[in-house]
């Protein structure tokens, strides 16, 4: 299976620490300027994030995005500890906050999540926030936050949604049309659209593009296949085809990706 990932900015810092608020406590509300993430160890919390309030619980983690106001409520009866590590990119396009804004905000916190801020909390006075190593970690986080939140989505699925992933994944390199995507799970093409819709919140003709677009950064990152042969393995119809499609998708051009261009964007 394929590492989701969303293409940011270059970090420019990254920072992580731990606290602990007494009961009854109140933090904001203030003007989130970083990418966030904070994990809930004891205790419990409610954070309203542009007024919209939403509660956490021990052993979750939310991301924080920039742009929103928040205003913290702590648990009333005890104490309340959490973790955070700060990631500061540059400006963000419209189309990075579209595909940050589509995570969900909360998930739990896995094990690889709690080793990565051990070891970024552990490295913070040793490293400045600017270092190559924190903004590294910090990236790392976020990334893991974005392929758990996939990942965890995918096993809530409809089986047949399931099903034709599994199709699309194997054959993301031939023609693929709706209607043989949908023969082979057993459902008409306009049912097939539906739970799409429902449960990914796009068409499985899109889903087919999306995946053609990761496998293709995989490509470009990981190997010197000239574009038009990675064109031609991801199931584009030429160079000129997957340049289009890749620029709309990624808001970048195939080339400027397999450079790293994309990160000072």
């Known amino acids: 299976m394929l590492t989701p990932v969303i293409p940011l900015p270059k970090v420019q810092r990254a920072i992580g620490g731990t606290v602990v608020y007494p009961p009854g406590s109140r933090f904001g509300p203030r003007?989130?300027?970083?990418?966030?993430l904070v994990l809930l160890h004891k205790g419990s919390m409610t954070v309203?994030?542009?007024?919209?309030?939403?509660t956490i619980q021990p052993g979750q983690v939310i991301l924080l995005k920039p742009?929103?106001?928040?205003h913290f409520l702590f648990a009333k009866e005890q104490e309340t500890w959490h973790r955070w590590i700060a990631v500061h990119v540059g400006e963000l396009s419209e189309h990075q906050r579209n595909q940050l804004e589509q995570l969900p905000h909360t998930q739990s916190i896995s094990e690889e999540m709690n080793r990565i801020t051990d070891i970024l909390i552990s490295l913070r006075l040793r490293y400045?926030?600017?270092s190559e190593t924190l903004c590294s970690l910090g990236l790392a986080a976020i990334q893991l936050f974005?392929?758990?939140?996939?990942?965890?989505?995918?096993?809530?699925?409809h089986p047949s949604i399931l099903h034709a992933?599994?199709?699309?994944?194997?054959?993301?390199?031939?023609?693929?049309?709706?209607?043989g995507i949908a023969d082979e799970v057993g459902l008409s093409p306009e049912h097939l659209v539906?739970?799409?819709?429902?449960?990914?919140?796009?068409?499985?003709?899109?889903?087919?593009?999306?995946?053609?677009?990761l496998r293709a950064n995989e490509l470009l990152i990981q190997t010197g296949l000239a574009i038009g042969e990675i064109a031609m393995r991801c199931g584009f119809k030429n160079s000129f085809h997957f340049a289009r499609v890749f620029k709309s998708t990624t808001g970048t051009t195939p080339s400027d990706y397999r450079h790293g261009n994309w990160r000072g964007k």
Do not use: C
Not at 48 to 53: F, K, Q, R, T, V
Not at 146 to 157: F, G
């Open 165 to 179: 992933k599994k199709y699309i994944e194997h054959h993301f390199h031939d023609h693929l049309s709706l209607e």
């Open 48 to 54: 309203h994030i542009d007024e919209a309030p939403h």
């Open 67 to 70: 742009g929103h106001q928040e």
């Open 31 to 36: 003007i989130q300027d970083d990418l966030q």
């Open 128 to 130: 400045d926030a600017a």
């Open 194 to 213: 539906r739970l799409f819709r429902k449960h990914e919140g796009i068409t499985p003709i899109k889903f087919v593009w999306n995946y053609r677009i």
């Open 146 to 157: 974005v392929a758990e939140s996939t990942s965890n989505h995918m096993q809530l699925s």
